[in-house]
């Protein structure tokens, strides 16, 4: 099984930026696809973005590509999704999720975090 528990949601202003942590344990294997998805009320669960824990590689969403970046720290085996000038559209509940399959699609990813609200006033 695998663990993950997001951190570092909040309130913040439209420009500014915060820092998701999401740590993982459990069996962490280093063919993991760790993905970053969002659900504003009201509306599906949409991808963010990936990164594979092992070589870093990355893909986004066109919708943050550029003000987005995810990184992983394997020795602490977390993953952070940097999110940069922020805007009142980018408020939703922010979910990591582990899978082996390299994907934008929440189906392919079995385990998820229990996600955190990130709220951008305009």
């Known amino acids: 099984q695998v663990q993950l528990v997001e951190s570092g949601g909040g309130l913040v202003q439209a420009g500014g930026s915060l820092r998701l942590s999401c740590a993982a344990s459990?069996?962490?294997?280093?063919?993991?696809?760790m993905g970053w998805f969002r659900q504003a009320p009201g509306k599906e669960r949409d991808f963010a973005g990936a990164i594979r824990w092992s070589g870093g590689s990355t893909v986004y969403a066109d919708s943050v590509k550029g003000r987005f970046n995810i990184s992983r720290d394997n020795a602490k085996t977390t993953v952070y999704l940097q999110m940069n000038s922020l805007k009142p559209e980018d408020t939703a509940v922010y979910y990591c999720a582990a899978g082996s399959i390299w994907s934008s699609s929440s189906r392919r990813y079995p385990y998820w975090g229990q996600g955190t609200q990130v709220t951008v006033s305009s």
């Open positions: 459990g069996r962490i294997f280093d063919n993991f696809i």
